[in-house]
């Protein structure tokens, strides 16, 4: 006989550091500084931070289109959208550290993490999801690519927008974050 | 389980869920602090979100602007906006980023003594009207020129137009579209009387087959790439079909690739036309019903100084003439030509032929700077109308428009030297009678015959005649071709010039007097883009320092050279919608009916016509254009003249002015890359752009670089007749030319390639070519 | 064999329409309201079934979210349902306090 009360296991998984409570809501600074090195401003598109020998999507999909991990790291995300043609369209890789002119914008932050007013609470989603495909939740916080400390601390669920919400105003336009592309057939 | 133990479990559950929900209400988790919480995260109060289309290319994407503490700090694709439902490209996401180059402009400058000195609006409008006075005085009216830009406002456009055509009197408006669309305006226009596309994006979903005339779309046009790549994705007999004198990012996407030699897509287009006819494919009811034949003189000359003249003889010919004239075009013949082998030839006419394939056209820069640019886009239509493949769902000519607005100002509002707007001719009097009304002009103030097309205004610039010229965003001394003749006369002649720009470029560095703009979302504004769709965008975030919107600049001069009562809308704020609408009314009722400057602010864009808030998909077949009358099928109504029909022209392939031989072995083309737009003034002050795509180079075909003992990163030279200029090799990369070509981008201001290009221009459409000259490269030790 | 209890929180005045859904739910009991919160028992007859109507109950209009806060489960045979991968992988405190 199985008894769960789950009010106790978020509060376990804060003290390990897996769910809410912590200062940065459990997720690692560094790899939160990292995800903003690679972006212009929160929800732009990473640059490439690596050389790349052939611009075919094959080549992009060899590492992103399963991940890949090493010592706890992602070091290549999963694509959240496996079924876009044109990787170079979007994302491209620096070939210098130069700059010509020199630019006084800083972008939108990556947004903070926000301790839930109840721990069992499932934390928001605290990044954009526009460009990402359903179920795209696994390319960062399920499997072996997954960075151990963005995992989930519950079960085998796979719905997870269930629980876990963005909640973006009409105005911003982003509507429930999953894009429509390209628009349907008239 | 038995029963007791049940209810025990329920009882026990329901305590339990209670227990937490009355904890939750209570203090920190009362609905109120949860809402706060979200909120606070996800809904930040400080920023607000606003749609607008993107600055950059013809495509027309919609983006949000997130707007912080009065500055655009993120963008996101726009999931409302049809055109891209939420995708943008590389540029697209770094829209921001533009806005905030260390070195933009904030305060008019004025050159005094040699170096430009700071002064205040005051001064430096004064200092233009006085000088444009002074000059329309001494040496009348024509000596005065505005040359603005596809990228211009619609507001911007109209407040040229009327300032120049209305107030001064002279017919000196042109703008740098002229260097990237007249061909294809030209081209609708002889084909069927009207400009712009009849089919729509939505034409992407629908089609079989895309042919690309000779553009990379997926660096170009990438969003609407995307979508033809997806609509393959999902129906899988979809095909590409790449022509192109080198193989890029869209030759790799496209299913068949046909490597042709430069200019021969005249040959390649007639020889499509030859087999459809030949195989009997030709949709003779169509053509019967709805088509005329002609043709033109042959012998023009390529519009270069000093070259031959066109002379018109436009005549109706018979289908027979036509078919006589077409049966030349072989497939033998055209692999003679362009090198394209013969069975590629046959099989792409089998897909244009084939009664059951839908098939889409689409073509941009390379086969409008061309100097036969208006007839290989006739040439296209011609395909399209012998087997009735147009104006359906699907199944059409899709001309792409390179620049955010050249279809939504410079050629709707026209401002360009024959124009004015609403597709009318300054040469027709009931359009200048029109015109004079609207604006409230004594009949006859407006001058009956176009001055000058933007390189006739530049040699002129070059030689004397002309004396002054005002540049509004766009950056010439980078895009003329053959530069270092401009230069020249230019400092000979010194003529006097003000310059509008957001960011010093190598055209402010000629200028008199320099004033800083507002940029995008800076100034409220409205674009057109290439499927019609005219979409607004309001004012977002304040200028710099004092910057302001290109239409306020001119109408401050305009005030000053005593044309004020052409522009009783007081400030910039008023002039948004004031310029807007006035404008509108020229578009009502001839087939451009664009929607409401309200109509436009709630929605993403409408395509025009727009009749009864109801927008037109496509145009010239009944029940899609409330133009078309029930029974007719199809009406080609801007051809009055000819009954409605369409043009099937008479077009053939001719040899290009200056060709490879012994001294220059190498066909130079130029171009671009999806990082950067156009000179790069803009982009290249984004890092992550930059970055990506520093600085210019040379592609050349890897087998002609070993031959040579080139590799990719050395430096080579490269010299034409005009201009000569040392270059990294790029082997590989993105881009492979065939065999004899090169392919240089054109965005690094510090690696000027037009100081290498051919002035020489499309006869009818004045489009310079930048695809086309002769080169040859030699190795640089070192 | 799964019985659960589920706090449900509702959008905005919501609430009576949520009611009126999980009124139409099998197995499904409304225990408690408190405010836009309801507590939902559940009683299915698999963990399989349990899980799926937790996601019914997140999926239905004017549901912000739905969390089960306990869960009593005494089919052993069944297994307690956590995805083998994730039991390789996971470095949390187990379950059970």
Known sequence: MYLIKWTWVPILLVLVGCGQGTETGGVEPVAREARAELRAFHGAPPVIPHGVRSEGRENCLACHGEGMQAEGRIVAAVTPHPTWFNCTQCHVEPLTDALFVANTLTGLAEPEIVAMPQPFLPPYIPHRLDNYREQACETCHIGTQAAINLRPGHGPRTNCRQCHITNYTEASGFGTGVAAFPPPSP | ?782 | MPITSVVVECQQDQTHEVRRQVDNLPNTEITKIEGDLLVVVTDTDSQKQDHALVRALADLTGVISAVPVFTNCEDLAEGIGIAPALAEHETHAPMEV
């Not at chain 2, 995708?87 to 402009?105: A, E, M, N, S, T």
């Not at chain 2, 095909?239 to 042709?260: F, G, H, N, W």
């Not at chain 2, 820069?365 to 769902?393: C, D, F, V």
């Open chain 2, 1 to 782: 389980m038995d029963q007791t133990r049940r209810k025990f479990l329920k009882t026990m559950a329901a305590s339990w869920g209670a227990g937490v929900a009355t904890q939750l209400s209570a203090g920190n988790g009362s609905a109120e602090t949860r809402k706060a919480a979200r909120d606070s995260m996800l809904n930040d109060g400080t920023i607000t979100w606003s749609k607008a289309p993107c600055r950059f290319c013809g495509t027309g994407c919609g983006v949000m602007v997130g707007v912080q503490n009065g500055r655009a700090v993120a963008v996101a694709g726009d999931m409302q906006n049809p055109v891209n439902k939420g995708q943008l490209c590389v540029k697209g996401y770094h829209l921001p980023y533009v806005l905030y180059g260390k070195d933009r402009l904030t305060k008019p400058l004025i050159k005094k003594n040699g170096a430009y000195v700071e002064a205040g609006w005051e001064e430096a409008l004064d200092l233009i009207a006085k000088r444009f006075s002074e000059i329309r005085d001494e040496h009348g009216a024509n000596a005065v020129s505005v040359y603005g830009s596809g990228q211009w406002t619609i507001q911007d456009g109209y407040a040229a137009n009327k300032f120049i055509k209305g107030g001064l009197g002279c017919n000196n408006v042109e703008a740098n579209a002229r260097l990237c669309m007249a061909s294809a305006v030209v081209g609708f226009v002889k084909s069927f009387g009207k400009d712009e596309p009849m089919g729509c994006y939505d034409d992407f979903e629908q089609g079989d087959v895309f042919v690309f005339w000779g553009n990379n779309m997926a660096e170009m046009h990438p969003v609407l790439f995307s979508r033809i790549t997806e609509r393959r994705r999902k129906a899988n007999w979809v095909k590409l079909i790449d022509i192109a004198t080198r193989k890029t990012r869209t030759s790799e996407a496209s299913d068949s690739v046909l490597l042709m030699d430069p200019h021969s897509d005249l040959a390649i287009a007639n020889g499509i036309a030859h087999l459809i006819i030949e195989k009997g494919q030709v949709n003779e009811a169509f053509v019967k019903k709805h088509c005329v034949f002609r043709a033109d003189n042959e012998d023009i000359g390529f519009g270069m100084r000093g070259g031959k003249a066109y002379k018109k003889n436009e005549r109706e010919i018979s289908f027979d003439q036509y078919k006589a004239f077409v049966k030349k075009y072989t497939p033998e013949y055209v692999e003679e030509i362009s090198g394209v082998p013969q069975g590629q030839i046959r099989e792409l006419a089998a897909l244009f032929g084939a009664p059951d394939k839908k098939v889409v056209s689409l073509w941009c820069m390379g086969a409008n700077q061309h100097t036969r640019g208006t007839w290989i886009n006739n040439l296209i239509y011609n395909i399209h109308l012998l087997t009735g493949k147009i104006s359906e769902p699907g199944n059409g000519p899709f001309s792409l428009t390179g620049q955010p607005s050249a279809c939504g100002t410079v050629r709707e509002v026209g401002t360009l030297t024959h124009a004015l707007p609403g597709g009318r001719l300054v040469a027709n009097a009931e359009h200048r009678a029109f015109t004079e009304k609207i604006w409230k002009l004594p009949a006859g103030k407006l001058a009956p015959k176009p001055s000058n097309h933007t390189m006739s205004m530049f040699r002129k610039l070059g030689t004397g005649e002309l004396k002054a010229m005002w540049v509004q965003v766009t950056n010439p001394m980078v895009t003329l071709p053959d530069l270092n003749h401009f230069n020249e006369g230019l400092k000979k002649h010194k003529p006097f010039i003000v310059v509008s720009d957001i960011y010093p470029t190598p055209t402010t560095a000629i200028a008199d007097v320099i004033l800083p703009s507002a940029a995008w979302i800076e100034r409220e504004g409205c674009f057109g883009n290439s499927e019609r769709r005219t979409q607004q965008w309001d004012k977002l975030v304040d200028p710099p320092g004092e910057a302001t919107a290109d239409s306020w600049q001119l109408i401050e001069v305009a005030r000053r050279m005593g044309y004020g009562d052409l522009f009783p809308w007081a400030d910039e704020a008023a002039q948004g919608e004031g310029l807007y609408e006035e404008y509108r009314q020229f578009t009502l009722g001839v087939g451009k009916d664009v929607a409401t400057y309200s109509e436009l602010k709630q929605a993403r864009g409408l395509r025009w016509p727009v009749i009864n808030g109801r927008e037109t998909r496509w145009r010239y077949r009944e029940g899609s254009d409330p133009y078309v009358k029930k029974g007719e099928e199809f009406s080609f109504y801007g051809n009055k003249k000819f009954g409605n029909r369409a043009v099937i022209w008479q077009r053939p392939y001719v040899d290009p002015p200056e060709k490879p031989d012994g001294d220059y072995p190498f066909w130079l083309c130029t171009g671009r890359v999806v990082e950067h737009w156009h000179t790069g003034s803009m982009t290249r002050r984004v890092k992550q752009l930059h970055q990506a795509m520093p600085s210019a180079y040379v592609e050349l075909n890897p087998e002609d670089a070993r031959e040579m003992g080139v590799s990719d990163g050395a430096k080579v030279k490269l010299v034409s007749r005009r201009g000569e200029i040392i270059l990294e090799a790029a082997i590989d990369r993105r881009g492979v030319p065939k065999r004899g070509n090169l392919f240089v981008p054109f965005f690094d201001e510090s690696k000027l390639i037009n100081e290498l290009t051919l002035d020489a221009h499309c006869p009818l459409s004045k489009q310079p070519d930048y695809k086309k000259c002769a080169v040859r490269v030699e190795k640089v030790t070192v």
